[in-house]
Structure formats: structure tokens, C-alpha cells
T-cell receptor, first 112, second 116 residues
């Protein structure tokens, strides 16, 4: 299995809702990442988990809460988002020798 | 500071033309990795190539080729005989070691439109 699977593919949520994005990989990668991508912009790093521990938080607002329950799963919990948080959220994983990231197909989030 | 520059915002070519996408990088590291990714309209970032800083050999894969020149800090990508399916946004990225792992520094991307 050489894929990173993200669910859901599309999500519309109100500003008072709580929702979660999910990411799963079975390649044995020990680093997992959340990126946010706005239209016509490059992906921006949000969080990095290395060996299931949070190693990088790029000063992301607390309304985004990451979780890594095990080495195959990565969640992003969303609460009280703003319309400007609407974006494509990409999950990725990689091995320690930096062969390159494998990206999921993303969750397209709309906050209304 | 680490930086990746893709000066071409958008390129349009007619099918079967060759096209080169430019990438210039800045890094203070002696060991680093460079990447190219393709992002079609569906959104997924598709890995194309990785090059480490000690390997300056050019690479060819089908219609794709890459020219890595450390002397000019460039890692350019050429598509030969372009096809409509090549239409996408292409990102060049540089790896940066951080907190025991790596993160990417992405360029701003080049949107390629191949017209039939």
C-alpha cells in the first residue's frame, strides 16, 4: 500500500461546529504532516509528527488541534473555525531518509 | 535563509512543444534534497523526482528531464513534447532539517497550460 488516504474529501462546516479530518497510511512512515493550501498558493506547513510525537507546530491557532493516535493515523480536530480557514488540507507522510513525501488527495474545507 | 524561487507564474504552450520550468533555491545546508511535485486540478500533490545535493547527474524519465546545477543553485524541469494531460501546477521544493525531521520549503508554483 503506497497511499495516504484522507477523509472526508469535502467538508462544509459552520463556524460553531466541531469536525475532524482523518489521514491514514500503511507504508510504515514515521513522520506525518498537515499542510494547508489556499487557492493559487503553495502548501503551508501546519504540524509535523515524528514517531507519534508532535515535533513542529508552525504557530497554528488553537482552533486546529492535531492528534496522532498511532503510527498510521493522523487527525486534525477543528473547532470554531473562521471563513478564512476555508482551504485544501493536505496530509503527508515520509520515511526518515527523506525519500520524499507521499501526499493524500486532501480535504477541501469550506467554513460558512 | 532557505528559499525556493519559481519565477514563472504561468506558462502556456501548444501541445507537442517543449517547455522548461525554472527553479532556483537558496540554502545554507551542505546536504539537502530537492523535489518536484505536480498538482493537477484534483488537488493531490504527485511526487515526480527527488535529487540530493551530492548527485548532480541529470535525470530523464520518459518525456520528463531534470537539470540540477549546484553552481547556479538551479533545478530546472523540462517536459518534452508536452501533452494536454501535463496541464497542472508544478511545485519545486527544498528540504530543511527541523526538529529531528524534514520539512519542505515550497516555491510558489508554476501553472502550466498545454493547449490542444
Amino acid at each position: 500500500d503506497t497511499e495516504v488516504t484522507q477523509t472526508p474529501k469535502h467538508l462544509v462546516m459552520g463556524m460553531t461546529n466541531k469536525k475532524s479530518l482523518k489521514c491514514e497510511q500503511h507504508m510504515g512512515h514515521r513522520a506525518m504532516y498537515w499542510y494547508k493550501q489556499k487557492a493559487k498558493k503553495p502548501p503551508e506547513l501546519m504540524f509535523v509528527y515524528s514517531y507519534e510525537k508532535l515535533s513542529i507546530n508552525e504557530s497554528v491557532p488553537s482552533r486546529f488541534s492535531p492528534e496522532c493516535p498511532n503510527s498510521s493515523l493522523l487527525n486534525l480536530h477543528l473547532h470554531a473555525l473562521q471563513p478564512e480557514d476555508s482551504a485544501l488540507y493536505l496530509c503527508a507522510s515520509s520515511s526518515p531518509n527523506m525519500d520524499g513525501y507521499t501526499f493524500g488527495s486532501g480535504t477541501r474545507l469550506t467554513v460558512v | 535563509a532557505q528559499k525556493v524561487t519559481q519565477a514563472q507564474t504561468e506558462i502556456s504552450v501548444v501541445e507537442k512543444e517543449d517547455v522548461t520550468l525554472d527553479c532556483v533555491y537558496e540554502t545554507r545546508d551542505t546536504t539537502y534534497y530537492l523535489f518536484w511535485y505536480k498538482q493537477p486540478p484534483s488537488g493531490e500533490l504527485v511526487f515526480l523526482i527527488r535529487r540530493n545535493s551530492f548527485d548532480e547527474q541529470n535525470e530523464i524519465s520518459g518525456r520528463y528531464s531534470w537539470n540540477f546545477q549546484k553552481s547556479t543553485s538551479s533545478f530546472n524541469f523540462t517536459i518534452t513534447a508536452s501533452q494536454v494531460v501535463d496541464s497542472a501546477v508544478y511545485f519545486c521544493a527544498l528540504s530543511e532539517r527541523a526538529s529531528g525531521t524534514y520539512k519542505y520549503i515550497f516555491g510558489t508554483g508554476t501553472r502550466l497550460k498545454v493547449l490542444a
